[in-house]
């Protein structure tokens, strides 16, 4: 009797150690799990966006709670990981509301890889505000969530195309350097502002200071390539008819070096609003120091250049503007 006791004794140890042994494993795949979430800001833009001008970046890894410990704010973020969702709060330690909507590893913004929101007007769509952000909250489901719809535009809800509002934004330093410059571009570009050279020198692109935006929903945005065409003299343009101009791609400041143009088309457009404006004449008026811009309701869907040997945006001779409205 002693013998069978003895057996059966062992063989509950048995169990037992088997059933530790699975919520090791069990433990080990959550910790997996939890690893495979990645949030990180960035002070400025995203990488993809424009690698000169990130500012500083902090990372967080997995789900939890995280205060924001090396940023004053966040204008871009990027979300990695199946099924993970990060939230933003304007509370240190991620009490109170939540900001705005959640940005998962999914979500898709217009010209960006999925799970990259950038820049500062793209955020606040989701995250409710810009620079504001002191504790980011990262989530986990067991499947990759459906993304969370951007909060429309104020635009969009609004019916009459006469609600369009227009929008000043400062490129002063933004636009010195190169790569693709859209931010600020919640539509598309009416005007340009060029300032002084501050060496004596001819103004080159970076003397582009400022742009106009005539602010509606965008939508089938792409890059159309100007590299050869605004490299000569002659006309450069979104060639798919019904797209405006809502940003550019510049490697360098030479006027040959505008090398694409970022085109997008109104949100319930299937084309211009109405025949395109006759190319408006800028051959004088970006001589100098000031603003150049389309008519009212109009924005540029391309420009000319003359004189391929030329460097400067006085070389800029016509707008191409057609209407949104």
């Not at 190169?178 to 002084?196: D, Q, Y």
């Not at 970006?286 to 540029?300: H, K, L, N, R, Y």
Request: proline residues 3%.
């Amino acid at each position: 009797m002693a013998f069978f006791y003895s057996l059966c004794f062992l063989f509950l140890l048995g169990v037992a150690a088997g059933a530790d042994n699975i919520d090791h494993v069990q433990i080990a795949v959550k910790s997996a799990q939890a690893a495979s979430c990645e949030v990180t800001i960035y002070e400025h833009s995203h990488t993809s966006v424009n690698s000169d001008y990130t500012g500083d970046t902090e990372k967080f890894l997995g789900p939890g709670k995280h205060p924001v410990q090396g940023l004053f704010g966040a204008s871009s973020v990027e979300v990695k990981g199946q099924g993970c969702m990060a939230y933003g709060y304007t509370s240190a330690d991620c009490s109170g509301e939540k900001s705005g909507t959640g940005v998962s590893s999914t979500t898709q913004v217009a010209g960006r890889a999925a799970g990259i929101v950038s820049s500062s007007d793209e955020l606040v769509k989701y995250w409710g505000c810009n620079d504001c952000i002191r504790c980011v909250q990262v989530e986990q489901g067991d499947a990759t969530p459906v993304p969370t719809a951007a909060t429309p535009a104020p635009t969009a809800a609004t019916p009459a195309p006469t609600a369009v509002v227009i929008k000043e934004v400062d490129w002063g330093i933004y636009f010195d350097s190169k790569g693709e410059k859209t931010e600020g571009v919640n539509g598309a570009i009416t005007g340009l502002k060029r300032s002084e050279s501050s060496n004596g020198e001819e103004c080159k692109l970076n003397c582009i200071e400022k742009i106009k935006v005539a602010q509606f929903e965008q939508e089938d945005c792409y890059w159309e390539n100007w590299g050869t065409s605004f490299d000569d003299i002659g006309e450069s343009i979104c060639k798919k008819s019904g797209f405006f101009v809502a940003g550019f791609k510049k490697d360098g400041d030479d006027l040959k070096e505008l090398d694409k143009a970022f085109c997008c088309k109104r949100k319930g457009l299937s084309d211009y609003a109405s025949e395109c404006v006759a190319w408006t004449d800028w051959s004088t008026k970006f001589d100098t120091e000031g603003w150049v811009e389309c008519p009212e309701g109009s924005a540029i869907a391309g420009l000319s250049r003359s004189d391929k040997e030329c460097k400067t945006l006085k070389c800029i001779e016509k707008a191409k503007c057609c209407r949104y409205e």
